[in-house]
């Protein structure tokens, strides 16, 4: 089992930026991937950002060069870097973790984006 807190999440202004944290509750090296994903309200669950064991990254097309995802193993955090957000980037914002043999979910952190 893995217990995953959201953090970081706020209101900001178009252009601006935030830094989301996902705080695991064991060590996150060898989980097989860890991902960002967001949902707005009646939309679909979409991947953001994604990052496995051996720090392959992946990003959907709309963030690609304007979010970073990374993990700090030591405090077995994963990070979204979120810069030039614009308002079509408000989202609840949802931490996922895949341990090769179960998949776990945040409650998420909401990110909003004014213009």
């Known amino acids: 089992q893995v217990q995953l807190v959201e953090s970081g999440g706020g209101l900001v202004q178009a252009g601006g930026s935030l830094r989301l944290a996902c705080a695991a509750s064991?060590?996150?090296?060898?989980?097989?991937?860890m991902a960002w994903y967001r949902q707005a309200p009646g939309k679909q669950r979409e991947l953001v950002a994604s990052i496995t064991s051996g720090g392959t990254t992946g990003y959907v097309d709309s963030v690609k060069g304007r979010f970073t995802i990374s993990r700090d193993n030591a405090k077995n955090t994963l990070y979204l870097q979120m810069n030039n957000l614009k308002p079509e980037d408000t989202s609840v914002y949802i931490c996922n973790a895949d341990t090769y043999w179960s998949n776990h979910w945040g409650q998420g952190t909401q990110v909003t984006v004014s213009s």
């Open positions: 064991r060590v996150i090296s060898h989980l097989k991937y």
